[in-house]
């Protein structure tokens, strides 16, 4: 199974809502990813997770809440989020933190209203 | 600081012709470098990637490209398009610890 699952696939949540994202992969990966991606953008790094924990965070404004329960389970927690917040959001994982082959899930698509 | 360039933000190539995309990249040492593609909404899929070696790397879905240390380039390259290979295609390279810089991306898009 080479394959990073995210649900849902399209959110929409207004300003004072609190909703979460989830990621799963089942490749026995140690290393996960939160990308952010706007229109016409690249992906933009948000958090790093290396065996279950934090180890890369890009100046995320806390309003994005990381947590990783398991080596197998990402998740996203969003409060109080922008209007600009709206993006693509992506996961990925990789062997180990080190390890730069990331395999990226579909996205969630996030409309903040 | 690692940067990725991809000078051509759309291409218009015909079905069943060659395409090249190109990518220039600034590294101070030997560089690791990625091809991926996104098909419109969805994640990226990994297309090849270098590390060292044989400077001509082979991906998926026919595509190969070329590390040239001399022109710090990557570009990826197809003999023949087909209509399925239309998506966003973005460079990158290994820029720190877990950290992959992209370019911005270069949107392919096939005429009949």
């Known amino acids: 199974d080479t394959e990073v699952t995210q649900t849902p696939k399209h959110l929409v949540m207004g300003m004072t809502n609190k909703k979460s994202l989830k990621c799963e992969q089942h490749m026995g990966h140690r290393a996960m990813y939160w990308y952010k991606q706007k229109a016409k953008k690249p992906p933009e790094l948000m958090f790093v997770?290396?065996?279950?924990?934090?180890?890369i965070n890009e100046s995320v404004p806390s309003r994005f809440s990381p947590e990783c329960p398991n080596s197998s389970l990402l998740n996203l927690h969003l409060h109080a989020l922008q209007p600009e917040d709206s993006a693509l959001y992506l996961c990925?994982?990789?062997?180990?933190?080190?390890?730069?082959?990331?395999?990226f899930g579909p996205g969630t698509r996030l409309t903040v209203t | 600081a690692q940067s990725v360039t991809q000078p051509d933000i759309h291409i218009t190539v015909s079905e069943g012709a060659s395409l090249e995309l190109r990518c220039n990249y600034s590294y101070g040492a030997t560089p690791y470098l990625f091809w991926y593609v996104q098909s419109p909404g969805q994640g990226l899929q990994l297309l090849l990637k270098?590390?060292?070696?044989?400077?001509l790397v082979q991906g998926i879905k026919g595509f190969e490209a070329e590390f040239k240390r001399s022109q710090s380039s990557f570009n990826l390259r197809k003999p023949s398009v087909h209509w399925s290979d239309a998506a966003e295609y973005f460079c990158?390279?290994?820029?720190?610890?877990?950290?992959?810089?992209f370019g911005k991306g270069t949107m392919l898009l096939v005429s009949p």
């Open positions: 990158a390279v290994a820029s720190g610890y877990s950290t992959l810089t």
């Open positions: 990925a994982s990789s062997q180990s933190a080190g390890d730069y082959e990331q395999y």
């Open positions: 997770y290396s065996y279950e924990k934090l180890s």
């Open positions: 270098y590390f060292s070696g044989d400077t």
